[in-house]
Nanobody
C-alpha cells in the first residue's frame, strides 16, 4: 500500500503565496519523478511542474517564473512553492509519483483557491 499525503492548500488572495507538500510512504519502490498536476473548474488535468530524482525540472508555461518545485529524496517528499498567485491558478492540485519501474501513484488532491 502506497500513500501520498498532500498538504498546504487553501484560500489566498491574488498575488499571495502558498507552499504545497506531498509525502510518499508505504511499499513504494525507488521513486523516479515527482510532480504536481492541477485541474481547474471545467478544465482537464494538466501538468504544473515535475522534478526528476536528480533534480531536473519542467514547468507548464503558465507557471514558469512563479512556481518552484523541489524535493527531499531522503523524506520521499515533493514541494511546490507558488508565488504571485493568480485567480486562474485556482484548481485542485494533485501529487504524482512515478517509481523507477514505471508505477504511477496519485494523491487525493488539495484545493487551492485564489480569490479576493
Amino acid at each position: 500500500q502506497v500513500q501520498l499525503v498532500e498538504s498546504g492548500g487553501g484560500l489566498v488572495q491574488p498575488g499571495g503565496s502558498l507552499r504545497l507538500s506531498c509525502a510518499a510512504s508505504g511499499n513504494i519502490f525507488r521513486i523516479n519523478t515527482m510532480g504536481w498536476y492541477r485541474q481547474g473548474p471545467g478544465k482537464q488535468r494538466e501538468l504544473a511542474a515535475v522534478i526528476t530524482r536528480v533534480g531536473s525540472t519542467n514547468y507548464a508555461d503558465s507557471v514558469k517564473g512563479r512556481f518552484t518545485i523541489s524535493r527531499d529524496n531522503a523524506k520521499n517528499t515533493v514541494y511546490l512553492q507558488m508565488n504571485s498567485l493568480k485567480p486562474e491558478d485556482t484548481a485542485v492540485y494533485y501529487c504524482n509519483v512515478v517509481s523507477i519501474n514505471g508505477v504511477d501513484y496519485w494523491g487525493k488532491g488539495t484545493l487551492v483557491t485564489v480569490s479576493s
